[in-house]
């Protein structure tokens, strides 16, 4: 079975500040790896995905992430953080990209921009 | 393009009534999947639907069932309402063969039990 560990619940950042919003993963089996964000009350939004292509993936609003086999990972940074970036944010994983596939969330995290 | 479609937006039952939420999926998609989102937990998955026949489940127990209708809509219906029960319902959705595994959702109709 997938899982899939966000650390962190919350994190704060300034405007501008990195941003670094951790993820690890589990599976047996190669995995596809999604990034969402959720915006309040409001469905999820696809921000990237790896899908066993390139290992740094780019995403919308200027989010990328990159998967690291050996650590389990795959982290999801911005460079310099805008205030509509403020949202949840989660992690999944899925065991395949086929229409059997499903997916599997961590628990989110909150990303709060401070002026 | 219309994406997903959920209804109703909200709303609010008493323990031990019965629920019906629907949902339209992406034109062009087949599969619809449904989640509950606790407050403050990730999405959990309840099951999928393709052709019409539910091809998997979560953990969720019999009390939560669906439909799916020829024109790709779906349904999930939950029984004897429990407190628990109180969440954000996603709808998400994706094409034949399932593209690059990604889900379109839909905004989700919020479930209150008192």
């Known amino acids: 079975a997938q899982s899939v560990t966000q650390l962190g619940s919350h994190v704060s950042v300034s405007e501008g500040a990195l941003v670094l919003l951790r993820c690890n993963y589990s599976?047996?089996?190669?995995?596809?790896l999604f990034w969402y964000v959720q915006y309040p009350n409001q469905g999820l939004q696809l921000l990237l995905k790896y899908t066993s292509a390139a290992t740094l993936v780019k995403g919308i609003n200027g989010f990328e992430a990159e998967f690291k086999k050996s650590e389990t990972s795959f982290h999801l940074t911005k460079p310099s953080a805008h205030m509509s970036d403020a949202a949840e944010y989660f992690c999944?994983?899925?065991?395949?990209?086929?229409?059997?596939?499903?997916?599997?969330f961590g628990q989110g995290t909150i990303l709060t921009v401070h002026p | 393009d219309a994406g997903v479609t959920q209804s109703p937006t909200h709303l609010i039952k008493t323990r031990g009534q019965q629920v019906t939420l629907r949902c339209s999926p992406k034109s062009g998609h087949d599969t619809v999947s449904w989640y509950q989102q606790a407050l403050g937990q990730g999405p959990q998955f309840i099951f999928q639907y393709y052709e019409e026949e539910e091809r998997q489940r979560g953990n969720f127990p019999d009390r939560f069932s669906g439909h799916q209708f020829p024109n790709y809509s779906s349904e999930l219906n939950v029984n004897a309402l429990l407190l628990g029960d109180s969440a954000l319902y996603l709808c998400a959705s994706s094409p034949t063969g399932g593209g690059t595994g990604e889900l379109f959702f839909g905004e989700g109709s919020r479930l209150t039990v008192l």
């Open positions: 599976s047996s089996v190669p995995p596809y």
């Open positions: 999944a994983v899925s065991l395949s990209g086929g229409s059997y596939g499903k997916l599997t």
